[in-house]
């Protein structure tokens, strides 16, 4: 007896440290740990950088204690539920591979990669992504197939996956992603014949389809999509009749160096062999997405991979090994999180920018630019900050001026997280107060701060003057307090006939007076005098002239592509590059110069001369001596030939292929007189 209570005793003092490392286990398990607003999407980013970036040269913010929905993952976006619904990488200089991986994210929305190095595969599991709106996989070098599987995005609107290595046909599948605006496959190796079923996409409104190796004929079924405005087809092996119904498109549809193209009533074009009403094809081949390396492997918890044929032994070792390993950078994380959580834990709250005007859809976000410059009656500003000072509204006068932003005096409602309201000050001054949600700001306060104090010092009488701003961190939003513009913006005056003219008919002295203002407005953006640095508007457009009552025109949103945030800026140019607005050399380059606010300045010139929104420059180049049909017809006749020469010579210059080509804007206004 006395034997076996000694055993007992031993095997119990034994045992007692397992008990306590199993208590002390299941304790630490069952602690509150600190949520996240990303619901654990953490791993899966973390998964995408070790291939985007596998030398973790780029992505060093994407760490696994970051939380990507505090601003903590450089690019990343979420909604107010904490689901990544943005990445935004473009021209970071990536050099992986994408992983698929990335269809764990599925919430994700827009996916911008473009102007990297990436290569590899794109992975089939893209098309998991029900949510996708924009994916940007151009300027890297992609190869492979295009996969089918995008056909599934139901919601997509913008596929670039041109300049790439890509090889194969075009799927047929892709002709059910109903929503796409933009196709653009141009400068990859597809080839195979032109699929019919892309004559399903009846919201198409750009399809670049140039340099690649295609052949057989037009499909028909392009002609029956009614939003189409630009069709490239150049550099390919096309053969056949060209259907007529794409003579619509006027100098729009671009098909040079197609040998076999043939057809009635383009000018470049032989007539078809009477005899030969059919020309032979080879049949269109739907390729099967290749399968992504065994490295791109998302499921891979260790980097090393096992041998099939390693032994048992050594299996159970690195298991153990592993275990250990990982308990270990459990714990370390585990730390890290709960110092993170004290250091941080004055957190604000921020409107989602997916619903900016419904603000009991909060979530958290961390190291708000808006801190610093929250609505109140005392806020103390330094020195420096002395102006921003001066400049600074209350919220309740924003409140109380747009009738707490009742829809009645909604004048603009963007989808990139702004809105615009009329508002009546309390001296009764009008203004229009665009409304910014604080999720689509800069992610730094101090670039944003930096960028605030930039729209401050922009004072002239052809821009829209900014009277103030107000910041509110309680509402997760800012406002800027504008001048009031009576007659609206220039898009109003465009495509006008019969009725539509009456109040809002532009003479020829008009016209003139404002394409010189705008002129004028881009010149003084360009420059770096009057005490500011030189500055690119970025997204000139007829949306953004508006004019005052005695219609002289002030270019808006000058220096507000500085406060907000990259992605942001970059969804703006969807629409600006779909009315043409967008200089060439940005497809290949990916970047603004003055050059490319000049082209838009060529086109707005057009525009204002045609009194047309959709203007064809070849078409104006080649009838350049033809003025009374060039000119807008509702002048009849009543303006100057020599004003009208000139002024369109000086936008054909402006919008040049080549930006060597175009002229700064400083020679522009004394050319314009």
């Not at 080839?191 to 028909?220: K, Q, V, Y």
Request: charged share 20%.
């Amino acid at each position: 007896m006395v034997r076996s209570a000694e055993r007992k005793k031993k095997l119990h003092s034994q045992m007692a440290p397992l008990h306590f490392l199993s208590i002390f286990l299941l304790f630490t398990f069952s602690l509150p740990t600190p949520t996240t607003s990303s619901n654990g999407e953490v791993g899966t980013l973390m998964a995408l950088k070790s291939y985007l970036d596998p030398k973790d040269h780029v992505l060093g913010t994407w760490t696994l204690g970051g939380d990507p929905c505090k601003g903590d993952f450089e690019g990343v976006l979420c909604n107010s539920e904490g689901k990544v619904v943005s990445i935004s990488l473009q021209g970071k200089g990536l050099d992986g591979v994408l992983s698929p991986a990335v269809a764990r994210l599925k919430s994700l929305n827009a996916l911008y990669l473009h102007y990297n190095k990436l290569n590899g595969e794109i992975p089939k599991e893209v098309g998991d992504l029900a949510e996708l709106v924009d994916l940007y996989l151009n300027v890297n070098n992609f190869s492979g197939v295009v996969p089918m599987e995008i056909g599934n995005l139901a919601n997509l609107q913008v596929l670039q996956l041109c300049y790439n290595q890509l090889s194969g046909s075009i799927p047929t599948h892709l002709g059910l992603a109903k929503k796409l605006n933009v196709l653009a496959l141009q400068s990859n190796h597809l080839t195979g014949a032109i699929p019919a079923s892309l004559g399903n996409l009846t919201r198409l409104l750009r399809l670049d389809l140039s340099f690649n190796r295609l052949f057989g004929s037009i499909p028909s079924t392009l002609v029956d999509i009614t939003s189409l405005t630009v069709l490239d087809l150049r550099n390919n092996s096309l053969s056949g009749n060209v259907p007529l119904g794409l003579k619509r498109l006027n100098t729009e549809f671009l098909y040079a160096n197609n040998t076999g193209l043939c057809g009635i009533g383009f000018k470049t074009l032989q007539s078809c062999p009477t005899d030969d009403q059919s020309v032979t094809k080879k049949p269109e081949s739907v390729s099967k997405p290749q399968q992504i390396p065994q490295s791109a492997n998302p499921n891979i918890g260790n980097p090393a991979s096992y041998s099939k044929h390693s032994s048992a032994g050594v299996i159970v070792g690195s298991f153990v090994a592993v275990c250990f390993a990982a308990f270990g950078a459990f714990f370390t994380f585990l730390y890290y999180r709960r110092q993170k959580q004290k250091i941080g834990s004055s957190l604000d709250v921020s409107d989602s920018r997916l619903s900016t005007d419904q603000s009991n859809h909060l979530y958290k976000k961390h190291a708000s630019p808006l801190v610093s410059l929250e609505c109140s009656n005392r806020w103390d500003a330094t020195s420096e900050e002395e102006m921003l000072h001066s400049l600074r509204f209350n919220l309740e006068e924003v409140e109380c001026a747009t009738q707490y932003f009742s829809e009645v005096n909604l004048l603009n409602k963007s989808t990139f997280g702004t809105s615009t309201y009329k508002g009546t000050l309390r001296d009764g001054t009008i203004v229009a107060i665009k409304r910014i949600s604080k999720t689509s700001c800069k992610a730094e306060e101090a670039d944003f701060l930096k960028g605030l104090k930039l729209v401050t010092l922009l004072r002239h009488e052809n821009l829209v003057a900014l009277r103030g701003f107000c910041c509110s961190r309680g509402r997760g939003e800012c406002f800027l307090v504008y001048e009031f513009m009576a007659n609206g913006c220039l898009s109003d005056y465009l495509d006008l006939s019969g009725d539509q003219l009456k109040g809002r008919f532009l003479d020829w002295g008009t016209r003139v007076c404002i394409i010189k203002g705008i002129a004028k407005g881009i010149d003084y953006l360009h420059s770096n005098r009057a005490n500011k640095p030189s500055l690119l508007h970025q997204n000139i457009s007829a949306e953004k002239v508006l004019l005052d009552r005695h219609f002289m025109p002030h270019l808006s949103n000058a220096g507000v592509h500085k406060l907000l945030a990259d992605d942001i800026v970059f969804s703006a140019l969807k629409s600006s590059a779909a009315m043409g607005y967008l200089a060439p050399e940005y497809t290949t380059t990916g970047r603004f110069t003055e050059k490319s606010d000049i082209y838009a300045f060529g086109v707005l010139t057009l525009q204002i001369l045609t009194g047309k929104r959709k203007v064809f420059h070849r078409r104006i180049s080649a009838e350049f001596g033809k003025l009374d049909e060039l000119v807008d017809e509702n002048l009849n006749g009543d303006f100057s030939r020599a004003e009208a020469a000139k002024f369109i010579g000086i936008a054909l210059l402006c919008i040049s292929e080549s930006p060597g080509y175009r002229p700064s804007m400083e020679t522009v206004v004394q050319q314009l007189g």
